[in-house]
């Protein structure tokens, strides 16, 4: 129970971002260091980082409810691969280096893909199935 628990707290988490980019976008992009952009790209801008969340947070709430380790591994690939392009930013583009993000990030799909396999161990061996 503690671990469908933790996985879908992390689901959550994602989820309220969700809703910031919805409900107070301006507020949503300065927490994550960039100004709201105009027109277009504002289009983009929101509708990219909600759809983001968005599926991070559902695939996440989704492999919490069904202790589904695939779905939270979906989870984990969008963290983890966040986590990677901002590094590449850094190496490649000359961004600043987002340590604290990619620290978080590394560390949730770390949690997520942790959690997955002890889901898909106790699919297979019902002996454990009381740890999730």
């Known amino acids: 129970m503690a671990l469908r628990a933790i996985a879908g707290l992390i689901g959550a988490l ?32 929101i509708g990219d980082f909600t759809s983001f969340f968005l599926a991070l947070g559902s695939m996440a709430m989704l492999g919490a409810i069904r202790s589904n380790g695939t779905w939270l591994r979906a989870s984990a690939i969008l963290l983890g691969g966040a986590a990677i392009m901002r590094t590449l930013a850094w190496a490649i583009h000359d961004a600043e280096l987002a340590t604290e993000l990619i620290v978080i990030e590394a560390a949730l799909a770390i949690v997520l893909l942790a959690i997955a396999s002890r889901f898909d161990a106790a699919a297979t061996d019902p002996a454990t199935a009381e740890v999730n």
């Open 14 to 45: 994602f989820l309220v971002q969700t809703a910031g980019w919805i409900l107070d976008p301006a507020t949503a992009a300065e927490g994550l260091g960039m100004p709201l952009l105009d027109g277009l790209a504002r289009s983009t801008q």
